[in-house]
């Protein structure tokens, strides 16, 4: 008899998906966010095998959904779990309370995570640097903080940490009549004090590298997640920045020096943006969006083969808006256009067109009608329209470095790599 095959690879976890219809989000516009949050739950290493949605005015603060759509989730982790095939996660397309996550998990018995707990995980493996990871660490514990109630397990052994006191200062603060959630609060408190230090002096060593950087015009990719961003960069910098098919595969900010012709300037690529992005991260990730602050042309790229990306760019632009660029000056790049697919409306259809049944020149038209020149189309993967995309931030480039810098040349030989003057 042969011996039976056995995988030597880690079963990957299994989730069920979760969101409402609600009079403010209909059905097809839930199930573009669930497509989000699958893929969102792909990129963190979990597979689907079930999506729920329910029809309701808005969230039950008790559960979130109603009871009959609770027990219908809770019968098929339960036929999945007869059936050896167990459910080990559900995700929620909102952000849910510490109440609501308590007794969601008391129904389904199952692990709980909401969609910002995912993003939160998303951008822990994906940190790489001290910078990043001090960043997300912060941004979990300030999520954690007011759902301590529903954790299961102390925090002891997160009081510690090289170069902290949070561990030893937490010793002492024990009192004899003191709750354990008492207890994992003030070690939570005691790291994020630390770690906000130590965003402090990574801010102050970023806000000395980006004085250093000399009379260069300062351009900045940013967008929703996943549009080509890290491609476009390389393409234009001639770098070899990690990208991948992803969501959040940056989270660093990488800045080159790029010259045009004879203008040199420097090309930041950032964090992307995304729907519901956690109000953590947005604060914590100061001294990585600093980069776009300081920008004087931002380059937002959208991905145009996407069927929701007016949406997209409307959450780029609110989300802009928030960090107080909104009249930043900017350049709209429509990049994928390889992979833009439509239908052909049907002649005797008299609903508005939309951007699934206009064609891409149709569409190119309307854009570029809206926004003139400060529009392109092109495709980074396949290099089209490249050579005009380096024309058009030539002419803005240099007429922001003649507004900014009216008495300085563009020649600028000494700056290294990464504009630094030398």
Same mark, same amino acid.
């Not at 559960?63 to 219908?72: H, I, M, V």
């Not at 095939?85 to 952000?95: G, L, S």
């Given at each position: ?59 039950? $603060? ?86 301590l109630q529903r954790m299961w397990t102390h925090l002891e052994r997160q009081g510690g940490g090289s170069g902290g006191g949070g561990g030893k200062g937490s010793v002492g603060l024990r009192g004899p009549g003191e709750t354990q959630l008492e207890m994992d609060r003030r070690i939570i408190l005691n ?95 100061? $001294? ?66 939309? $951007? ?38 030539? $002419? ?27």
């Open positions: 008899m042969k011996p039976q095959n056995v995988s030597s690879e880690p079963r990957r976890e299994t989730a069920v998906l979760v969101a409402l219809i609600t009079k403010t989000q209909n059905e097809r516009k839930t199930n573009e966010y669930l497509d989000e949050l699958q893929f969102l739950a792909e990129t963190a290493g979990a597979i689907t095998v079930g999506r729920f949605t329910q029809r309701m005015d808005g969230p039950s $603060s008790v559960t979130y959904l109603g009871k009959g759509k609770l027990d219908e989730i809770r019968a098929f982790i339960e036929q999945r779990a007869d059936a050896d095939e167990p459910v080990d996660i559900a995700i929620f397309d909102d952000e849910l309370s510490a109440k609501q996550l308590r007794n969601i998990e008391k129904e389904l018995r199952v692990r709980i995570l909401d969609r910002t707990s995912l993003i939160l995980d998303i951008f822990a493996m994906r940190a790489q640097t001290a910078s990043a990871k001090t960043q997300v660490e912060l941004a979990q514990n300030q999520y954690m903080l007011p759902r790291r994020m004090a630390l770690l906000k230090r130590r965003l402090a002096e990574i801010d102050k060593q970023k806000t000395t590298q980006r004085q250093n950087r000399g009379r260069l015009i300062r351009v900045a990719l940013v967008g929703y997640t996943n549009v080509g961003k890290s491609t476009l960069l390389n393409l234009l910098s001639g770098s070899e920045v990690f990208a991948e098919n992803k969501l959040f595969a940056t989270l660093d900010t990488t800045v080159r020096k790029v010259i045009i012709q004879n203008l040199p300037f420097l090309l930041s690529d950032t964090v992307g943006f995304i729907r519901k992005l956690p109000t953590q991260l947005v604060s914590s990730f100061k $001294s990585t969006l600093d980069e776009v602050r300081e920008a004087d042309l931002l380059l937002h790229v959208v991905d145009v083969s996407h069927p929701d990306f007016e949406d997209q760019i409307a959450v780029v632009d609110r989300t802009l808006a928030d960090l107080g660029c909104g009249e930043t000056p900017r350049v709209l790049v429509m990049n994928k256009m390889d992979a833009y697919t439509w239908v052909e409306k049907d002649p005797d259809d008299l609903t508005p067109p939309t $951007s699934e049944n206009i064609s891409l020149d149709e569409l190119q038209r309307t854009w570029q009608a809206r926004h003139g020149n400060d529009c392109i189309f092109v495709s980074a993967r396949d290099r089209l329209h490249i050579d005009q995309l380096r024309a058009l931030m030539y $002419s803005r480039i240099r007429q922001l470095h003649v507004q900014k810098y009216p008495y300085n040349d563009f020649l600028f030989a000494n700056y290294d790599e990464e504009g630094n003057s030398i």
